[in-house]
């Protein structure tokens, strides 16, 4: 939404959960700080419904995105190399597991070779929507250039 030539981000106010909240939040900015994101969106409302959906290309992007934001890459490698499981990591920076992973992902890509771990063995959840909004809820953004 845009209210006095600003992009708005607007957040369903009956999320209760702080750190859904802050997910979701984060994965808006992720569609707003790509201009393709911004160029799709052509001045009208977007709606997302599922806040986390790896599948599809748009909101992978933006997920990684809030990824990047929301984790220290370093911190993350340094508490799983001690040992630390990969769900008590996401519990640590209060994210899903599955944008934990991604950011991982990313960051093997980035490293190659040099990345210290290996993923394989790393837990996944079953659905690739694993944040999906309930009741009705619905996040929007919107772009006006």
């Not at 990969?86 to 899903?96: K, L």
């Not at 070779?113 to 063995?121: I, Q, S, T, V, Y």
Request: aromatic share 6%.
């Amino acid at each position: 939404m845009v209210i006095n030539q600003r992009r708005i981000i607007t957040l369903n106010n009956r999320m209760e959960n702080r750190y859904e909240k802050r997910e979701s939040l984060f994965h808006e900015v992720g569609h707003d700080s790509n201009p393709e994101h911004r160029k799709r969106a052509n001045g009208s409302p977007l709606y997302d419904t599922n806040l986390i959906d790896v599948v599809d290309k748009t909101e992978r992007e933006a997920n990684i995105i809030s990824a990047h934001l929301m984790l220290d890459k370093d911190k993350v490698i340094e508490l799983l190399l001690r040992g630390i499981s990969a769900e008590r990591v996401a519990q640590i920076f209060h994210v899903h597991l599955d944008l934990l992973i991604l950011e991982l992902e990313e960051a093997k890509k980035l490293m190659g070779k040099e990345f210290p771990l290996d993923l394989a063995n790393l837990p996944r959840t079953a659905d690739p929507c694993f944040l999906k909004a309930s009741n009705g809820m619905v996040n929007e953004y919107a772009w006006y250039d």
